[in-house]
């Protein structure tokens, strides 16, 4: 008889129950979706479209947001911490980062008015930042040759 051992009426298990671990796995996948669209979540800002090659960034730089309410976000998309217009010029001071890269993406609203946003740029000159790069959204038309090619 297989699985016994003997004559001491003990069996040996010969299969694992695999209920509990399937349990658990469909727990955790319902818990990293329901969370996995709130981490990705950064500060909302509807990005003007521009013809432009891509930038092949290695690394993750310093993000400068600005929403259409003129609010700012300093950080990473995941990350960003508000930051008075008054004291943006400290807190890019005060940023390790910053005064170690010398380097910020500015992520401007495009329904902000350019003076405000060239504001922003000449605040960002005067904490010591040297190299502002503009993230944009890639032109419609553009996106729409890419998927042509994928269909040829």
């Given at each position: 008889m297989a699985g016994s051992s003997g004559g001491s009426g003990r069996q040996t298990l010969t299969e694992i129950?695999?209920?509990p671990l399937v349990d658990?796995?469909?727990?955790?996948?319902?818990?990293?979706?329901v969370t996995a669209p709130l981490i990705q979540q950064g500060v909302e800002v509807s990005l003007p479209e521009a013809r432009a090659k891509a930038v092949d960034a290695e690394e993750q730089k310093l993000v400068l947001s600005i929403k259409s309410d003129k609010s700012l976000?300093?950080?990473?998309?995941?990350?960003?911490?508000?930051?008075?217009?008054?004291a943006l010029e400290d807190k890019l001071r005060a940023n390790t980062r910053a005064m170690k890269d010398r380097e910020?993406?500015?992520?401007?609203d495009k329904a902000l008015p350019y003076g405000f946003v060239v504001d922003v740029m000449a605040t960002v000159q005067r904490a010591g930042i040297v190299?502002?790069?503009?993230?944009?959204?890639?032109?419609?038309?553009?996106?729409?040759?890419?998927?042509?090619e994928g269909r040829r």
């Open positions: 129950n695999v209920t658990v796995m469909l727990v955790l996948l319902i818990i990293f979706m976000y300093l950080g990473t998309s995941e990350d960003a911490a508000r930051v008075p217009y008054d910020l993406y500015l992520m401007a190299n502002v790069g503009m993230i944009t959204n890639p032109a419609a038309d553009k996106v729409r040759d890419k998927s042509q």
